[in-house]
């Protein structure tokens, strides 16, 4: 048994609504390992998540892999108990008066709003992750009161409160403004240095920073470049996979770009 991936796919293909939106996917995912999956919209990247969730199936045929923690076949439950997915979707489903630290708590319970049944116990965890992940300014706070960044952060925090071994960023800066994407891309950057086993999914090349291990190209449902950051980073690739023609400039923690 190989304990070291939490996902292995190999020869995967998948179709939704007659369509095919994973084609032949060779990918293992590390534990402990921060990714980066970067493409343009409509790649094919947010249906690798399907396919990591279940909310997708692989084709059947000769040679197919597909194992997620070791196994074929997983239980649901099993699997969200060990992976936790934060998309837009889940902003329409919070109260909107809830205030933080009863969100942080209502991830212990699987609901979107205030757990009256919560016990000390919880308090206390949600505490503890208020303090670890610097949320105190923002603990007392109604979410609808807050920046979206704060707003992304806050469901990224209420991800990680049953202490998954996974956690699937999907799109997390699409929408911010400028502001709010800094407060974000910082807040993810310290995440990264916590152990959890980071899977993130983006066009925004600005998310990507010196404490990502590793950064994977995707193009028409097709991985085209996997490699370290500084490897293969470059304005050649960026400018091959996005169709366009910028230069990229490399600092100390990630790249700008130059048209």
Not at 23 to 44: A, D, R, T, W, Y
């Amino acid at each position: 048994m190989n304990n070291t991936y939490w996902f292995e796919a190999r020869e995967v293909d998948s179709y939704k609504n007659g369509y095919q939106v994973i084609k032949n996917l060779n990918v293992k995912f590390k534990l402990k390992e921060s990714v980066i999956i970067l493409g343009p919209n409509g790649s094919g990247k947010s249906s690798i998540v399907d396919l990591i969730n279940r909310n997708l199936y692989p084709v059947e045929k000769d040679n197919k892999i597909l194992r997620i923690f070791n196994k074929e076949l997983i239980d649901i439950w099993e699997l969200r108990a060990k992976i936790s997915t934060v998309n837009n979707e889940i902003k329409k489903r919070i109260y909107p008066n809830i205030k933080v630290i009863d969100l942080l708590i209502s991830g212990l319970y699987g609901c979107y709003c205030k757990v009256n049944s919560s016990n000390k116990n919880d308090v206390k965890l949600a505490n503890n992750l208020i303090k670890s992940m610097s949320l105190q300014n923002i603990a007392e706070k109604e979410f609808f009161c807050l920046s979206d960044g704060e707003k992304q952060f806050a469901l990224i925090a209420r991800a990680i409160i049953k202490n998954p071994i996974v956690l699937i960023l999907d799109e997390p800066t699409i929408n911010l403004d400028l502001k709010s994407q800094i407060f974000l891309t910082d807040k993810i950057q310290k995440l990264t240095n916590t152990g959890i086993s980071i899977l993130c999914i983006t066009h925004d090349i600005n998310l990507i920073n010196k404490n990502f291990n590793r950064v994977i190209f995707l193009k028409d449902r097709i991985i085209v470049e996997d490699g370290n950051p500084y490897q293969i980073i470059n304005s050649k690739n960026i400018n091959n996979l996005f169709d366009v023609n910028i230069k990229l400039k490399e600092h100390d923690n990630g790249w700008d770009i130059l048209r």
